[in-house]
């Protein structure tokens, strides 16, 4: 399925530095984020326990998707979503910015 230019200018995609992460209690796989966006912070559920230890995402400057409708899962609200690729063997990795970018900085 294409979408238009226009729709993909929609997205509000973002630099965004983790500020904590903390496993969700009662899930296997689920990290609470707390993210800087710069002008603002944010929350983020993500499903990458798995893959990271909470301790090794803070710090980290990541990509995300600011306008997604928000969600809450199990008691957390999730308010952005981080980007992450995975592989055909089911290796998942967070993107990154190849240089150190201040946060908040838009992805085009």
Avoid: H
């Avoid at 009662?26 to 990290?31: A, E, F, Q, V």
């Avoid at 710069?38 to 995300?64: H, I, M, S």
């Avoid at 990154?96 to 201040?102: H, I, M, S």
């Amino acid at each position: 399925m294409e979408i238009s230019f226009e729709e993909f200018q929609k997205l509000d995609l973002r630099i965004g530095k983790i500020t904590e992460a903390n496993q969700i209690p009662g899930s296997r796989n689920l990290i609470k984020l707390m993210v800087d966006f710069g002008t603002e912070k944010r929350q983020a559920v993500a499903g990458l326990l798995q893959w990271y230890q909470p301790e090794d995402l803070v710090n980290k400057k990541c990509l995300f998707i600011l306008n997604l409708q928000k969600r809450t899962v199990m008691g957390v609200d999730s308010q952005c979503m981080i980007l992450a690729a995975e592989d055909d063997e089911g290796n998942v990795t967070v993107l990154q910015p190849e240089k150190d970018f201040v946060e908040g900085s838009k992805i085009r």
